[in-house]
């Protein structure tokens, strides 16, 4: 097995060779580098993979590729979005581009979902972009870059779209199956988890990024009274541990009315069976989704991690995510870090909310796959909870396989113990997730990039609350 320092000077030379250049500027990186299938669309730059790669040249100190892929991905946005006759509103940004050449110029080309399998448009996209952007600015120091005019109209679009009134009396957002890291039919369609802690991440960075103003502090208000209601729905809501689970356990169906305890009419029949034994005494976690007599019980890790990250779980709630994965440790961390969400669905189910994908079978890509890019996020959770045995633990799990598998995107199995079946190699954000998880584990400063602290308005909120 080679050493970590190898792995880093492999890793390193490999996220060299992803970079995209559009002209002689460098404006992102690849989805994969694999010479041995296809390129596909992994030949694009994708907003979201291209995160880890982000923040990786920003712990190094090499911040030109992020500000020039934030420039130009801003200037994208603005373009018109068409699909069938029909033209999308302002404030979305690209799943991918590409830089073509023709007639001897180079010009970037953005897919908005109109060419992605399923065709749905990429939520994530916008909240992943306001984030990049403050992480920017923190390792910079360039807040004029935010503070341009057409930066500002990008966030300000940004945040209309996520916030315009539709027929929904949640605080959450509401979008369709497929909308974000899962992109294709999963049942987590309406309020996923991992939306929602993007959304709330985003909203906390939007803050910040905002210049001071008339316009702006109308906005601001807006998103100090947005962050606190979300905080409270998502922790009184979403949250699971064994107490929560004993109560719903002993729910009343068909409550009306303001004193209604089963808020969401939520039947106990629907807790799956394999819950009561999973959930441990000493542990807990958000779960995946809710709505109308919906509650999904799956674990998806993405959206918990970040919620470590972004604090809207606090110190006690992280603590019990973190103490989740260790006492269920072979579930989700297994022969790989980590499982995407836990447990697969099969059978019936898994006919029913796939649509019968052959990519998302179960213990495979979406459906319970194991992506070694989480690790990142992994190691931030781990370095803020003051868990970093957890992560030291599945950084060397991965190093016994990665550059022997050839960094592919995703691993198959209930263990996470075999290259997935149709896994691209020399995947960027798994080289570049191993890169991350690196730097969070050596310089614990770094997480200040993307970390956040709890969010003061909240508790102003709640006292208000209270006193009312």
């Not at 799990?397 to 113990?417: F, M, N, Q, T, V």
Request: charged share 20%; with cysteine.
């Amino acid at each position: 097995m080679k050493t970590t320092t190898n792995l880093v000077t492999e890793a390193w030379q490999l996220l060299e060779r992803s970079i995209v250049y559009y002209g002689d500027r460098p404006v992102g990186t690849v989805a994969a580098c694999d010479p041995s299938v296809e390129a596909l669309n992994y030949d694009q730059c994708f907003v979201r993979d291209f995160v880890s790669s982000a923040l990786v040249f920003l712990t190094h100190g090499r911040p030109e590729i992020v500000r020039n892929f934030l420039v130009e991905t801003l200037a994208l946005q603005s373009g018109e979005k068409q699909m069938d006759y029909f033209y999308a509103g302002r404030g979305l940004m690209p799943a991918s581009f590409k830089v073509v050449s023709a007639e001897g110029k180079q010009y970037l080309v953005a897919d908005f979902g109109e060419h992605a399998i399923g065709r749905v448009t990429p939520v994530d996209s916008c909240l992943w972009w306001i984030i990049l952007l403050r992480a920017y600015v923190k390792a910079t120091g360039d807040l004029d870059l935010a503070h341009q005019p057409e930066f500002q109209q990008g966030i300000l679009w940004i945040l209309k779209l996520c916030m315009a009134d539709r027929f929904d009396m949640y605080p959450t957002m509401l979008v369709p199956d497929g909308a974000f890291m899962i992109d294709r039919r999963m049942g987590v369609d309406g309020h996923p988890l991992e939306i929602q802690t993007l959304f709330y991440a985003a909203l906390m960075s939007a803050r910040e990024l905002l210049a001071p103003g008339p316009r702006n502090d109308i906005h601001i208000q807006i998103i100090n009274q947005r962050l606190s209601i979300l905080n409270y729905h998502m922790r009184q809501y979403y949250w699971l541990d064994a107490r929560r689970l004993n109560t719903i356990y002993r729910y009343h169906g068909e409550e009306f009315g303001e004193g209604a305890v089963n808020k969401f009419n939520i039947y106990p029949d629907s807790i799956p069976e394999w819950t009561f034994d999973w959930m441990p005494d000493e542990g807990g976690y958000l779960a995946g989704n809710l709505g109308p007599a919906r509650l999904d019980f799956r674990f998806f890790a993405l959206g918990n991690l970040m919620a470590v990250v972004s604090s809207l779980t606090n110190a006690e709630e992280s603590q019990q995510v973190m103490n989740l994965i260790e006492q269920r440790w072979d579930d989700l961390v297994g022969q790989m870090p980590m499982k995407i969400c836990y447990p697969a669905v099969v059978d019936q189910e898994w006919k029913i909310l796939t649509g019968c994908d052959p990519k998302n079978v179960p213990w495979s890509y979406h459906n319970g796959g194991s992506w070694p890019m989480l690790l990142w996020l992994m190691a931030a959770a781990c370095q803020k909870t003051g868990r970093t045995d957890l992560c030291r633990r599945a950084m060397a799990i991965a190093e016994r396989r990665l550059s022997e598998d050839e960094w592919p995107e995703y691993y198959d199995g209930k263990a996470g113990r075999y290259v997935g079946k149709a896994s691209r190699k020399y995947q960027t954000w798994t080289i570049a997730g191993y890169l991350l998880a690196q730097d969070f584990l050596d310089n614990p400063s770094h997480l200040d990039l993307i970390c956040f602290d709890e969010d003061p308005q909240f508790f102003d909120w709640m006292y208000r609350l209270q006193e009312f």
